[in-house]
């Protein structure tokens, strides 16, 4: 099973900030290798920047990849201001966050709209990171399972068996993002031992080697006990993927957990 340490780094960072930040993360990646996918997904405008420097990283065998945040879900055509899927496939981008809770809450985006995301980006070679994840409500009338399996069921649906080896998927609990309640490593283990059976249940076996990841305020702090579980493949990281120490302190950490 792959580990993955994904960086997501929103609406954050200067051109500046953003290459001494890339810089950083893949150099000293290089320098420390763990086995870890390392995956950084800057805003749309740092991506070639992005696509050249984790080359360095890939030259020393670290597996670096590439995501965008977002694409639209058609291949072109008359949509101010979008980005499609073969744009960010031809600059050299790996992957790409989809069904973000933010892209939900603020954009109004729906898992039938992820649906066709993940259909192009799979079409094109890409992967998707998957994002799935109860509100507080719903955490708290305990719906949350039936909750994250209507999200999987609504993105998947259509996903041929054969493509499941390029699908990343990410557990973020709404109420955990950005706000520093972190769940409990035993409630997110629970929550993707629920998510794993979800993905065998929609795909067959082949949907049991998704690496499932974990996010919302996962820190160096408290990523050991999360990172330890068994069904927790890594984590996709926002605040703490602004600062390089933290990030790399992240990707030790998984390292170490997922050490054979
Ligand atoms: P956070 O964000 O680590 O700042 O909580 C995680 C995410 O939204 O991907």
């Not at 009338?141 to 039936?146: D, I, L, V």
């Amino acid at each position: 099973m792959r580990t993955i340490l994904a960086g997501n780094w929103k609406m954050n960072k200067d051109a500046t900030e953003a290459r001494a930040l890339l810089t950083a993360v893949m150099g000293r990646s290089c320098k420390a290798p763990t086995g870890v996918e390392v995956v950084v997904a800057p805003p749309f405008p740092y991506l070639a920047m992005a696509v050249e420097l984790a080359a360095v990283a890939r030259d020393c065998g670290v597996v670096a990849k590439v995501a965008a945040q977002n694409c639209h879900h058609k291949e072109n055509g008359a949509y101010t201001g979008e980005v499609s899927v073969p744009m960010l496939r031809s600059l050299g981008v790996d992957a790409c966050l989809v069904a973000h809770s933010e892209r939900r809450q603020y954009f109004g985006e729906t898992y039938a709209l992820a649906a066709d995301k993940i259909h192009l980006l799979l079409q094109y070679g890409m992967e998707p990171i998957l994002c799935c994840g109860e509100g507080q409500e719903e955490r708290e009338n305990g719906s949350f399972n039936a909750v994250v399996e209507r999200q999987l069921r609504g993105a998947l649906a259509t996903v041929d068996r054969k493509d499941y080896a390029r699908l990343v998927v990410a557990y973020e609990p709404v109420w955990a993002i950005g706000t520093g309640l972190t769940a409990t490593p035993q409630q997110a283990q629970d929550m993707h031992a629920h998510i794993r059976g979800t993905l065998v249940r929609i795909g067959g076996e082949a949907a049991r080697e998704v690496p499932v990841l974990y996010g919302g305020s996962c820190k160096p702090d408290n990523a050991e006990g999360l990172f330890n579980m068994p069904d927790i493949n890594g984590g996709l990281i926002g605040g703490a993927s602004l600062e390089a120490d933290q990030f790399l302190a992240l990707i030790t950490a998984a390292g170490r957990a997922k050490q054979p």
